[in-house]
């Protein structure tokens, strides 16, 4: 976990750098809202079938052979956003990526591997802490950044820096310590077994988790990639003030994650979750009735998206309700329902967002309100107050 640690703190600050413009980098290249919601679109459904693969690999070969080849991988694709002539080319770096991407079953595995359950919750929050910390600085950064060098200009050295810092975090993975041998043999006969009978799992308590995180992220995607745009273009929030507000969402998000790993383990993870629904149906909500010209609504109505996070308590629950020597395989079926969910309502979105921008945030707020109320009634508290390796 510490080897992770340092790799997320070294890569996170840059990460959160791009992620402030991202959107209105491909506005720059010459796309539209709709081409954000191809490029979203793409990168998620190639995604879920590349956890498909690394799903696999994770539970065949281990974690640390997928983990940092695909590491390096994912950093060297950061060159093509970077010198980027037009948003064909981001188009392209976004599925290369979640091609490498295919080592997150196994960054999701090693993590669930290595911590009890009465501690997952607060130790993946604490992991994840130094990088939320040093991330903080992304977004000033960019902020400075596009005011002084212009937007373009200032989006192709942070995704340069991106690269190169990625890929040294590949290397540093090398000290990764492996927490699974693997199985024996692999084969596409095989795998095809493999997840014939890891599907079988999903009959109880863990299809429905999975689905559940699956349609509220999918949501989260069919909104998230256009706030950006609507804020800057549609509202009349500046670049800069924009800038202000994801400092400001980062430095709520950094405390609010703290606050949710440790309700996690004390109160329950599906209370956790539904918490963090509530508060993005409410700040999404807001967002779509936002007056133009009034750069303090948004910056509320974005800290209210974001007043709870329910990630910690969905990793929690999922590590909880899986085995060992299938994790691999149930991280990769997870993410392949969200991946492909996740790239339709993108698009959508982005169709939506044709129409009359407002629906693209209305429609997912009002959508996520009985994703509350289910989350609360039919997924479990999880291994709370309970001590050792389940299994």
Do not use: C, H
Not at 195 to 212: E, N, Q
């Amino acid at each position: 976990m510490t080897i992770l640690a340092i790799t997320w703190a070294l890569m996170g600050p840059f990460s959160s750098a791009t992620d402030v413009y991202s959107s209105l980098y491909i506005l720059e290249l010459g796309g539209g809202p709709l081409e954000v919601g191809i490029v979203a679109m793409s990168g998620m459904i190639v995604l879920a079938f590349s956890r498909l693969i690394g799903g696999y690999l994770t539970d065949s070969l281990g974690r640390k052979r997928i983990i940092v080849p695909m590491t390096i991988v994912y950093g060297l694709a950061y060159i093509l956003y970077a010198i980027a002539p037009d948003w064909t080319w981001v188009l392209l770096g976004s599925i290369v990526t979640s091609i490498a991407l295919m080592y997150q079953p196994a960054i999701q595995a090693i993590v669930a591997d290595t911590l009890p359950p009465n501690m997952r919750g607060r130790g993946l929050t604490a992991a994840r802490t130094p990088s939320q910390i040093v991330s903080l600085a992304g977004p000033p950064m960019a902020t400075i950044m596009v005011s002084m060098m212009g937007l373009v200009s200032a989006m192709r050295l942070l995704y340069l820096v991106t690269a190169i810092v990625t890929v040294i975090a590949g290397g540093l993975r090398l000290l990764l310590i492996e927490t699974y041998a693997g199985g024996a043999g692999m084969g596409l006969r095989r795998a095809l077994k493999e997840y014939a009978a890891s599907l079988k799992l999903l009959r109880g308590d863990l299809g429905k988790l999975i689905l559940v995180t699956s349609s509220t992220r999918s949501l989260y995607r069919m909104s998230f990639p256009f706030v950006q745009i609507y804020a800057v273009k549609w509202l009349g929030v500046s670049k800069e003030f924009w800038g202000i507000i994801s400092t400001f969402m980062s430095i709520e998000s950094t405390f609010t994650t703290l606050l949710s790993g440790f309700l996690t383990d004390k109160i329950g993870r599906n209370v956790v979750m539904a918490l963090g629904y509530a508060s993005g149906s409410m700040g999404l909500g807001m967002l779509a009735l936002a007056p133009k010209n009034d750069p303090l609504y948004v910056l509320i109505s974005m800290l209210v998206t974001v007043a709870f996070a329910s990630r910690p308590a969905a990793l929690a629950l999922i590590a909880d309700l899986t085995e060992r020597d299938v994790r691999g395989k149930i991280n990769a079926i997870s993410g392949l329902l969200e991946g492909n969910l996740s790239g339709t309502l993108s698009a959508v979105g982005g169709i939506f967002y044709d129409l009359y921008a407002p629906l693209t945030f209305g429609i997912a707020s009002i959508l996520l309100i009985p994703l509350v109320a289910v989350t609360l009634r039919i997924l479990p508290q999880g291994l709370i107050g309970k001590t050792g390796e389940e299994g």
